[in-house]
C-alpha cells in the first residue's frame, strides 16, 4: 500500500518536473540558442564543417590543452588546499577564505594585465614565463583554484565523522587528510572542470598572453568581422567538439557524488588538531596561494608611487561612488535570479539520475559557451519583442536577470549536491505522513539547502560582478558598473589611474565579502556552533 | 491530515540527531525570505521607475561610444550643461577583449536603443554604414570640416583626429638614430626589438587597411610578410605596446599618439616619430559619428552631433589630455604634435572603402598573418 503510494507520488513527480526543468534549462539557453538558430542559414551545416580545417581545429586543440592544464593545476592547488582549510581551524582562517574570493570577482582582463605589468620585474630572458601558454595558464589557475578550494572545502566539511576519526586514529593527521581528500574529490574535480570550460570560452587573457585559442577564433569573427553568425557557428561547432569531453566528466561527477556522498551521518569531526604537521601544511598552502596571486597584483599596483599616489586613489573612490550601486544591483539580481532557478532546478531533479545527469550536462554546455554570445543573443530578443517588453529585457535589471539566467546551473550544481547529502529518510518520512510537498520543502528542505544557497548567492554575484564582456552589451545606457568603468579606461588612462582604479576594486570587494563572512559566522554563532 | 506539530515530531525522529534542524534556522529562514520577497519587489519598482524613465525621451540623448572615458564623459557633461539634455553614454575601448559595441549596434539594429555612435575612428563608421544602420545627417556645424575624409551623404562625419606614431624607449635607443618610417620596423637594427598591436582590431587594423591602399596589394603583403621575418612581436592591444615599449621590452612601437601622450605625461622615457613624413605620409585616424537609424531621440541625436562637430569641441580635445588634432585649420594644434596639421604629410587613404577592404583582408591575408604570428602557419591548410 506504502510503495504503491510511493509509486504515485514518482509518477506524479516525474509529471511536473518533466517540464518545469525543461522550461528552465530552455530559459537558461534561450539566449544562446537564439544567437544560434538567427544565424543558421541553410548553407550552415556544409560551412561548419568547412570550418573544421587547420587553424580552427588547432586553435581548438590548443583551448583544450588550455583546459586541460587549468583544471590539472588548479585541482592540484585547489583540491588538497580546499581540504585542509576544511579540516583544520587555525587564526586568521576567515580571513584567507574571504581573501580567496578575491580572484573570483576581480576580471580575468585584469589579472593578465596584472601578470603582463610583472615583466620588468623579470629578466628578459625569464620573461617568456608570462608570454603565451604560460601566461594564459597561469592566468586560469589563478581564477579557477580559489573555486576549487571552496568547492572541496564544502567536500570536506561534509565528511562523517565515525569515518574520519577511525582515519585519524589509524593514521594520525595524515590519515585524518587522506579520507577527506578522497571525499572532496568529486567537488574539486567539478568546480576544476567548471573553471577550465570558463577559462576556455574567456578570449580576454588568451589575447592579451597572445595564446590563441578557441575563444579568440571566436571573438575574431565578432570584433575584425562583426559577424555574430559566424561566431555563433564556430561556438556551436567547439561545443558540438566539446560535448563528448563534457559528458564523459559530468557523468563520471554525477555518479562519484552520488557513491560518495548520498545519505549518511552527518555528525561533525574534531578538527582542532595539535602539532607542527598541520602547521606546516598550512603555512605551505598559503606560501603557494601567495606566490599565486601576489606577481598580478604586484604588477597591477607597480605604477602607484610617487605623488600622484593619492589622485589615482581618489578617482578610484570617485568611481567606487558612481558605480558602486548599480554593480552590486546588478550582482544582487543575478545572484537572486540564478539561485532560485537553480534551486528549483534541483528540486525537479532530486535523486533522479537521469535528470541530474540533464542537468549537469546542460550546466557545463551553457557554461562553456561564449558569455558575449548569450549577451548578444538577449540583446537580439529584447530588440525583437514590442516595446512593452522593455522593463524587463532593456531594464536595469536586465543585465542581472541575463546573468542570472547564464549562471543559474552554477547554483543548480550547488544545490543538487546539498540535495543529495540530505538523509532520504526525512523525504520517506514525510511521504508516509502524508505532509504536503509545499510544507516540507519550506520547514525541511530549504533550511537543509541554506548553506549551498548562500554560497551559490556569493558566487554568482561575485562571478556576474568580474564579468565585463555581457554587461557591456545589455548595460542600460547611462548605466555603469565598477569593471565596466575600469574596462573604460584601460586603453588610454594613465598607468597609475588604472592601478588606483584596481587597488579600490580590489580593497572594497575584499572588505564586502569580508562583511559576509562575519554575518555568517555570527549567524552559524547564533545557531549555535560550527557546521 | 496531520497538524504542524506532528511533523515536527515525525522530522525530528526520522533524523539522527545532528541532522535535525533547529529552530532557530527555520525562523531565520522565514527572515530572510521576507526579505527577500522585499528585496524582488523593490528591484521590480527600481526597474519600472527606470524603464519610465528611460521612455521620457524627449530630455535625453543615447550615446553609444569607443572613445575613451577620460575624454568621452567631460565632452557629454559639457553637452548637458550647454542644452540641458541629459547624455546616457554606453562605453566600448578599442581594445581586443571585448565583443564591443558594434556587435550591440548590430543586434539591435530592429529597435535600437541607441541615438548616436561616437567613434574613435572612421572605419567601425563605416561599417555601420554598410550594415544600414546609420542614418545620414549632414550637420550645419560641419562646415570647416574637411569634406574628403567624411560620407558626402553624411552617414558619419569626421571630425578631432589622432594619428599613428611610432614610440620608442629613450634609454635603449640613447646615442642611437630614431626610426623615421614604418619601414624601420623591419629594419636589420631593429629585428625582435619592434612591436605592434593585432592588425585584425582597432585602429591597427585601420592602418593595415589604408597601407593596403596605398602601397597596393603586393607590396602591403610583403611588408607583413617581413614584419614576420624581422621578429617584430604583435600584441593585444595599442596600450599594450605603450606599456611593453616604456618598460623596455621593446625599443620600438607602432600605436597612436593618445597613447604617446598619455606615457609622455607620465614622465616615461620615450619620444615618438609621426612616420614617413618623407615618404607615404603619417596616418590619420579621424573620429567619426553616426545618427543611428531610427534611434528613440533623433532630434537630440542631431543636437549632440552638431555639438561634436563645433570648433568649441574640437578646440577642447585639441587641448584636453586627448591632445586630439583639430581638423580645421584654424584651431591650435596641441602641444604634443608641435605643429599644425597643414605642415604634416599624411597618408592618402580613402576612408570609404576601406570597411569593405578590411572585411575581406580580416577574413583573408591578415587572418593568415595573425595565425603566423601566432604559431599556427603550420596548421594552415596549403591554400586559399
Known sequence: MRLASLSAKVRQAIDWRLPVTAAILSAAFLPILWSVISSLKAESLPEMLGMLHGPFLGALRRSLILMTAVVAGSLAVGWPGGTLLGLVEFPGRRVLLASLAVPLFTPSFLWAIGLSSFRPFLAYRHQWWLDGFPGAFLTGVVQTFPLVVFAALLGARTLPASLLEAAQLAGGFWGFFKASSRFSLPAGLGASVLGGVLALADPGPAQIMGYHGIASEILIA?????????????????????????????????????????????????????????????????????????????????????????????YGLTVLKQSAGTTLRYGFTAAVVATVLGIVLSLTCGRCHPFRLTVLLFSFLVLSLPPSLHALGFAGMAAQLPKSFDWFMRGGNAVGIAFGLRLSPIPALFCLRAWSVMPESCHQVAVLHGVPAFQYLWRVALPQLAPAMAGSLLLVALVSIADVSSTLLLLPPGAGTFTSRIFGVIDNASERILSGLCVVYVLSGFILVGFFAIVEALWRRRLGGSR | MIGPNQLETARLESCPQRERVPAQTQSLTRKWSRGALLAGLFLVGCNRRESEQQSRVHSDVVVYSSVDDAYARPLCERFSQVTKIKVRLVLD????????????????????????????????????????????YLSP?????????????????????????????????????????????????????????????????????????????????EFFQRLTENKVKMLSSNGEVRRRVVAGDFEIGLTDSDDANVALKE??????????????????????????????????????????????????????????????GEIAPPKFFGRPLGEIRLMKADVAPMAAQLEELAQGFLEEWVQQQMGLAAERRPSR
Open chain 2, 93 to 136: 575601448t578599442e581594445e581586443t577583449k571585448s565583443t564591443g559595441l558594434l556587435n550591440r549596434l548590430i543586434a539591435e539594429k530592429t529597435r535600437p536603443q541607441a541615438d548616436v555612435f561616437w567613434s574613435g575612428d572612421p572605419v567601425r563608421a563605416a561599417v555601420l554604414q554598410r550594415k544600414g544602420i546609420s542614418a545620414p
Open chain 2, 141 to 221: 556645424q560641419a562646415r570647416g570640416l574637411p569634406a574628403g575624409i567624411s560620407d558626402p551623404q553624411g552617414q558619419f562625419t569626421a571630425f578631432s583626429a589622432r594619428m599613428r606614431v611610432i614610440i620608442f624607449n629613450q634609454k635603449l635607443l640613447e646615442g642611437k638614430k630614431a626610426p623615421a618610417s614604418i619601414f624601420d620596423l623591419i629594419a636589420p637594427r631593429f629585428r625582435g626589438k619592434a612591436c605592434l598591436a593585432n592588425p585584425l582590431f582597432g585602429t591597427t587594423s585601420m592602418h593595415a587597411a589604408a597601407l593596403f591602399q596605398v602601397l597596393g596589394q603586393e607590396k602591403a603583403k
Open chain 2, 267 to 328: 614622465g616615461a622615457p620615450i619620444g615618438f616619430v609621426l612616420p614617413d613624413q618623407d615618404g607615404m605620409g603619417t596616418l590619420l585616424v579621424p573620429n567619426a559619428v553616426v545618427l543611428i537609424a531610427g534611434g528613440p531621440n533623433a532630434e537630440n541625436a542631431k543636437r549632440f552631433i552638431d555639438f561634436l562637430l563645433s570648433p568649441e569641441s574640437e578646440q577642447w580635445l585639441a587641448e584636453s589630455e586627448a591632445a586630439q588634432m583639430a581638423l580645421r
Open chain 1, 222 to 314: 565578432f570584433s575584425a568581422r562583426y559577424d555574430a553568425g559566424l561566431a555563433a557557428r564556430k561556438a556551436l561547432l567547439m561545443t558540438m567538439v566539446l560535448l563528448p569531453v563534457v559528458l564523459a566528466v559530468s557523468w563520471k561527477v554525477s555518479l562519484w557524488s552520488e557513491a560518495r556522498l548520498l545519505g549518511r551521518e552527518m555528525r561533525k569531526a574534531n578538527r582542532r588538531f595539535e602539532g607542527i604537521l598541520p602547521a606546516v601544511t598550512v603555512l605551505g598552502f598559503v606560501f603557494i596561494y601567495v606566490a599565486l596571486l601576489s606577481p598580478a597584483l604586484v604588477g597591477l599596483t607597480r605604477p602607484l608611487k610617487g605623488a600622484q599616489t593619492a589622485d589615482a586613489l581618489q
